[in-house]
């Protein structure tokens, strides 16, 4: 169970810090793929992976706007399975 709980807080410290990383190597393009993962389906209690679609938008919205004051964003490519959803989301 340990395993699990740190899988899940590594992949949000690296939601949470993004925006640095990304700053710490030049800005170079970002890209987060967080789709239909296994955190997102401990954190929703999904264990089927096709049913973790809502949670990857959320996922995904909060890469985008994890940017700390004066960064600039902290992501800005994402992959994701269902791309209809993901782009109805995020326009």
Not at 1 to 8: A, D, E, P
Request: proline share 3%; with cysteine; net charge positive.
């Amino acid at each position: 169970m340990q395993q699990k709980k740190q899988n899940i807080n590594g992949n949000l410290s690296l939601l949470k810090g993004a925006d640095i990383m990304r700053k710490s190597c030049n800005n170079l393009p970002f890209l987060f793929g967080p789709s239909r993962k296994g955190f997102i389906g401990k954190i929703s209690g999904e264990d089927n992976p096709t049913e973790r679609d809502f949670g990857t938008i959320a996922v995904c919205l909060a890469a985008l706007s994890s940017s700390h004051e004066g960064s600039d964003e902290a992501c800005n490519i994402l992959r994701v399975h269902n791309v209809k959803a993901m782009k109805q989301a995020v326009l």
